[in-house]
């Protein structure tokens, strides 16, 4: 079972940046869409950005213009740049993938583990 392993989360001060990374831990045939969701105390898990295997992006209303998402199909890793950081945006960041397995598997939406982005004022 591949696993997706994020990292770069931390402590930030808000109008800082900070970059998620979400790799693959094992070998796959492909991945479609992949995103970050976040989740903070009391809310329900909500999207932030997605991009599909071609590149074409979709974001939250509240993160565009700030955050960039992007993706290196050749490592299978997905890029969350966030600029000019809020203390709103505090929350745990997920990656999430598609993944491919073989050609005739299907598709399997897999999740990370999370990483906490904290923005203090």
């Known amino acids: 079972q591949v696993q997706l392993v994020e990292s770069g989360g931390g402590l930030v001060q808000a109008g800082g940046s900070l970059r998620l990374s979400c790799a693959t831990s094992g070998s796959i045939f492909s991945i479609n869409t992949m995103g970050w969701y976040r989740q903070s105390p009391g809310k329900q898990r909500e999207l932030v950005a997605t991009?599909?295997?071609?590149?074409?992006?979709n974001y939250a209303y509240s993160v565009k213009g700030r955050f960039t998402i992007s993706r290196d199909n050749a490592k299978n890793t997905v890029y969350l740049q966030m600029n000019s950081l809020k203390p709103e945006d505090t929350a745990v960041y997920y990656c999430?993938?598609?993944?491919?397995?073989?050609?005739?598997?299907?598709?399997?939406?897999?999740w990370g583990q999370g990483t906490q982005v904290t923005v203090s004022s």
């Open positions: 991009i599909t295997f071609g590149g074409i992006t």
């Open positions: 999430n993938a598609d993944l491919v397995y073989s050609v005739d598997s299907g598709t399997y939406s897999t």
